[in-house]
């Protein structure tokens, strides 16, 4: 029994320190009083958007980031940052046109799409032309969650009426 008591005290030990080790992110310092966002790529680099700008973790587990040369002056906060993979990503800030870009290349910029008219809070990306976005469409100007092609600029309603609050939205493994 003392084994086993010593044993689990030096899993549980071993376990929160390499959890904190890996989880503590250094972004870089925000002047911006605006949206916060945080995604990854495929190999777990953070892609990070403040106020204007976005960044990406130059390696993961160091420190160290550059600055994407996705920054349009005046789109604002990013109301959602969602990186489908290393060259398919999409933003948004509220009200405006969804941006996509290569979150892997810091050197390409924002793309415009031809978006709807739809205010977004939060989005995932279904596939490289399709999104799923939460935001205030929906009767009464509750929440709703739709799909929107990104190619024709069109969208649907699925869900009327999710709540009238922010809310989320996201995949699991299996793309539902």
Request: charged share 10%; aromatic share 8%; net charge negative.
């Amino acid at each position: 029994m003392k084994k086993l008591i010593t044993m689990s005290a030096s899993l549980l030990a071993l376990t929160s320190g390499s959890h904190a080790q890996w989880t503590t992110l250094n972004l870089p310092n925000s002047t911006a009083a605006t949206g916060l966002t945080l995604s990854h790529l495929d190999d777990g680099r953070y892609v990070y958007g403040n106020g204007n700008d976005f960044f990406v973790q130059d390696s993961f587990g160091v420190a160290g980031q550059t600055q994407h040369a996705a920054t349009n002056p005046g789109f604002g906060f990013p109301s959602f940052l969602d990186v489908r993979s290393d060259n398919s990503a999409v933003t948004g800030n509220g009200f405006s046109s969804i941006h996509s870009f290569n979150a892997g290349n810091t050197a390409s910029g924002l793309i415009t799409t031809n978006s709807t008219s739809f205010q977004d809070y939060a989005a995932v990306l279904r596939d490289d032309n399709n999104l799923y976005l939460v935001g205030g469409n929906g009767s009464g100007g509750n929440n709703a969650l739709a799909l929107v092609d990104l190619t024709a600029g069109t969208g649907s309603i699925l869900i009327d009426n999710v709540s009238s609050f922010s809310a989320g939205v996201d995949l699991d493994d299996s793309g539902n």
